[in-house]
């Protein structure tokens, strides 16, 4: 007997969509698991620099087929090109915020049958030319029902959901004006490595990243082992504790006493602090003497900082495969930093990577003695830090989900999909910032938390909206409004540069300000419990969507009352930074913003003497040289303000390392900032690091460029220093994160710290070979293994190469750096140490290695 439940569920599997009144989950999800979609750029010279052409192909290999004209099914991408219209007939496109578009069939829509293909094409606002454009987990909905991601777009591997990048319309941005970029090759690579400098692995040993001011190195060498002991003064017992795990690395498990206990005749590392040592000439705070003889190890600070970095310089002339017996050279060194600020930033609130990726990130940068780390932790797509009383920022901030009403998680972005598992998505418990500050504060680096403000916001604001519809559900009116952060009467129309529409706090409403101080408040707990203090607090203040509050009657109210200053949109952001100022002043916090925060105009800043900090910190970043904004640097430090160069041409770390398609990153600053180029950085002349424009034009008078007069540093003292930048839009996994600031992270730490002999208003070539190929060598023989051995997931370059008389040679911007290649297609490898013959070959493959285990991306020569 036929069973007649299971008869008719067959039929309906293999029943087409069109000929059922609705859609069944199983074919929701056979749909999507069986069907391609591929994002595919058409031509990128469509229309000067303005837009592209692209389109999403959509391959049905399931059984099941899309009806004819209007269903209740939706197609969800994720595309930081904005769609601006779709030219495919049937197809509908709508942006519904940030990235995320919906495409639903019109009544004139054709159908997709089993085995056929549907190609939507589209104009791009803006241009595609790498495969990290893309963004994954593309998914299709029917109502009511679960959605379910496209099998080939949930995956890291972005080649399976983007078409091959191969034609100069794909590769190049724009042809008018020319794009000028030239793309890496494994010929052009080549051609960068080559130098006559070389450099040997004794050498390269002794290379103490970031570089002293002053090394001297004698005869002989210390040979430490579990024999030797740790005497240190009182004062440095949480030094000592670092000190103890960072050896125990290497094998090596020393007593340690405070130094009241005398040392006898035991080979002894002695950790002193002098507060009148000097350096150069000069007392100085963080600076250090190191001294290594055959049983002795000196080191002595100024303070307990400098100990801390003297231990990092002794530990760094350590090799990386040392065990139980480490032998370091004798050496004096005598060393202070070049400036007080040595910072990092890091976006959390883009992109989630796990409580380890931070931790990690804090304890290398105490390695390379910085000591500034910057935490985005809010942003449009997410909060990332739990607040007490404020569960919403959690709850619903740090998830994106397929939640339209954003009732349970906030509208799914960049690449995350349809549910809480997907990428980018999570938090860090106020337990565990604790946790983060007190294991900072042992590397004397001081966190400086950003709370996004008044945009770039949405995460926070669309939080806070949940929160004051639970709580007008639970008929609290009054606790409902105390911490929203949008005027329920705005009407204001505004689309930022990311695509957001409605990000920008309402900085008129009272309850903004409220919820502004009850996270200030509950931070400053957290760093108390941590046993430190909150000493600077960043609050962005950057790229707030124009028309922002402009038809907001809450703000209309503001505007009407008499004497109070604010006559108009134009003075809302002054009157909310000087609230905030105000605010901070009154618990003892600096403030931070970066630097188009702080701007009336292009060119004018907010007036220094309206805000009551003492020290008011500024982020430069725009030194886009064509635009005419790069010396904001200096007119901020004219005006009072104490600068932080972050820099996107020379120092964002969300940029790729070079010129190619399959390299992760963001270029809107520069095409590429490899590690070479964060190394060259100047910052005590900032205008002489105009290089090159967007479009790769060489710049040869910048002043003609701008088309006015640029403006002197006339107080250098209110340059505190340098940071670093790394951005998480395409970087949604901990492995990604670290590959994108290592190694660049150590060349930031060197112009940090060090001012070296080639800087100048050029650089000096042949000094700069020199120092920059020596580095580099450290990097290969060492560096890069401590970074490994560390579970950093390093960016190794991919190789150069070129053929000469029938002959394959090689290099490597890091000299000693293993290179292998394959003239099999990959299924064997062997290792280049010179010359090889080619002769006959059609191909060769190249990569970098670092201990056989990480690898570069593959080359290809064609030969």
């Not at 190195?217 to 795990?245: C, H, M, P, Y």
């Not at 929203?484 to 900085?507: A, G, H, K, R």
């Not at 070079?658 to 520069?670: D, L, N, S």
């Amino acid at each position: 007997m036929i069973n007649k439940k299971f008869a008719l569920a067959s039929m309906m599997v293999a029943m087409p969509l069109f000929a059922q009144a609705g859609l069944y989950q199983q074919q929701v999800d056979s749909f999507a698991k069986g069907t391609e979609l591929t994002f595919v750029i058409k031509d990128n010279f469509h229309n000067g620099a303005s837009t592209s052409l692209g389109a999403i192909q959509i391959t049905n290999n399931s059984s099941v087929a899309l009806p004819k004209g209007q269903a209740e099914w939706e197609i969800y991408v994720h595309s930081v090109r904005r769609i601006l219209k779709s030219n495919t007939p049937g197809i509908q496109v709508e942006h519904i915020n940030g990235d995320l578009h919906r495409v639903t069939p019109s009544s004139e829509f054709s159908g997709l049958a089993a085995g056929e293909t549907l190609s939507m094409q589209f104009e791009w606002a803006a241009w595609a030319i790498t495969y990290s454009d893309f963004m994954p987990r593309a998914f299709i909905v029917s109502k009511g029902l679960k959605p379910a991601i496209f099998g080939n777009t949930d995956t890291e591997d972005l080649k399976a959901f983007v078409a091959p990048i191969e034609r100069d319309n794909q590769l190049y941005r724009y042809n008018n004006p020319k794009d000028q970029t030239k793309l890496a090759t494994p010929t052009l690579r080549f051609e960068r490595n080559q130098s006559r400098v070389e450099v040997s692995k004794e050498d390269a040993l002794k290379r103490i990243i970031p570089k002293p001011l002053a090394v001297d190195f004698n005869r002989g060498t210390a040979q430490l082992n579990n024999d030797w002991q740790i005497r240190f003064a009182g004062r440095l017992k949480s030094e000592i504790a670092v000190f103890q795990e960072d050896l125990a690395d290497y094998g090596l498990n020393l007593d340690a006493e405070a130094d009241h206990i005398a040392a006898g005749k035991t080979p002894t590392i002695f950790l002193k602090v002098n507060d009148a040592l000097k350096v150069d000439g000069k007392v100085a705070s963080e600076s250090y003497h190191l001294e290594i003889d055959d049983d002795k190890v000196v080191i002595t600070g100024s303070d307990n900082a400098g100990v801390f970095y003297g231990i990092q310089s002794f530990l760094a002339l350590f090799p990386a495969d040392a065990q139980n017996l480490v032998s370091v050279p004798n050496v004096e060194i005598e060393d202070t930093p070049r400036f007080s600020w040595r910072g990092m930033h890091y976006d959390n609130g883009r992109n989630f990577h796990g409580k380890d990726a931070l931790f990690k990130m804090v304890e290398q940068m105490g390695r390379y003695k910085m000591n500034k780390f910057h935490w985005h932790f809010s942003d449009d797509e997410g909060w990332r830090l739990e607040i007490p009383g404020l569960p919403e920022l959690t709850d619903i901030g740090a998830y994106r989900c397929f939640d339209l009403e954003e009732r349970k998680c906030l509208l799914t972005q960049l690449g995350t999909g349809p549910f809480k598992s997907g990428s980018g998505n999570g938090y860090v418990s106020r337990d565990e910032f604790v946790e983060l500050l007190k294991f900072a504060k042992a590397r004397h680096i001081d966190i400086i938390p950003e709370i996004e403000s008044p945009g770039h916001a949405r995460a926070s604001v669309k939080a806070m909206e949940a929160r004051y519809a639970r709580l007008m559900a639970e008929g609290k009116p009054e606790q409902a409004k105390a911490y929203l952060l949008s005027d329920p009467q705005d009407t204001s129309e505004y689309i930022t540069v990311q695509n957001y529409t409605d990000n920008s706090i309402n900085v008129c409403l009272e309850s903004s300000y409220a919820f502004m101080e009850k996270v200030t408040y509950e931070l400053q707990n957290m760093y108390r419990d941590a046993g430190t203090r909150l000493t600077n607090l960043h609050f962005g203040g950057d790229e707030v969507g124009v028309g922002s509050w402009a038809k907001s009657p809450a703000c209309q109210a503001l505007f009407d009352k008499p004497g109070n200053g604010i006559a108009g949109t134009n003075d809302l952001k002054p009157y909310f930074t000087q609230r905030i100022a105000a605010m901070f002043a009154k618990r003892g916090i600096a403030p931070g913003a970066w630097e188009d925060g702080l701007m009336y105009d292009r060119v004018n800043p907010f007036k220094r003497d309206e805000f009551p900090n003492e020290v008011f910190t500024a982020n430069v970043w725009d030194n886009i040289w064509e635009w005419g904004v790069a010396d904001r640097a200096h007119r901020l430090a004219n005006s009072g303000y104490q600068v932080i160069l972050s820099h996107g041409t020379h120092l964002y770390f969300d940029h790729p390392y070079e010129a190619h398609p399959e390299e992760r990153g963001y270029y809107w600053a520069t095409r590429y900032a490899d590690t070479k180029k964060v190394f060259s950085y100047m910052p005590d002349d900032v205008y002489a690091n105009a290089d090159y424009t967007r479009a790769r034009e060489p710049i040869v008078n910048l002043e003609a460029l701008v088309g006015r007069e640029l403006p002197k540093l006339e107080k250098p003292e209110n340059i505190l220093g340098i940071q670093g930048q790394v951005w998480s839009e395409t970087i949604r996994t901990e492995d990604q994160v670290l590959a994108m600031v290592f190694p660049r992270l150590l060349a930031l730490a060197e112009r940090a710290w060090h001012q070296a002999s080639w800087e100048g208003s050029k650089i000096e070539p042949k000094a700069f070979a020199k120092d920059w190929h020596t580095y580099a060598a450290a990097l290969s023989v060492k560096e890069l293994a401590k970074l490994e051995r560390d579970g950093i997931n390093v960016n190794l370059p991919v190789p150069g190469a070129k053929v000469e008389n029938s002959q394959l040679v090689a290099n490597s911007a890091f000299p000693h750096l293993v290179i292998q290649y394959s003239t099999d297609g990959g299924q064997s490898w062997s290792e280049y140490t010179s010359p090889v013959s080619v002769s006959g070959k059609n191909t060769v493959q190249l990569r970098t290695t670092l201990n056989g285990k990480k690898f570069s991306r593959v080359t290809q020569l064609t030969l």
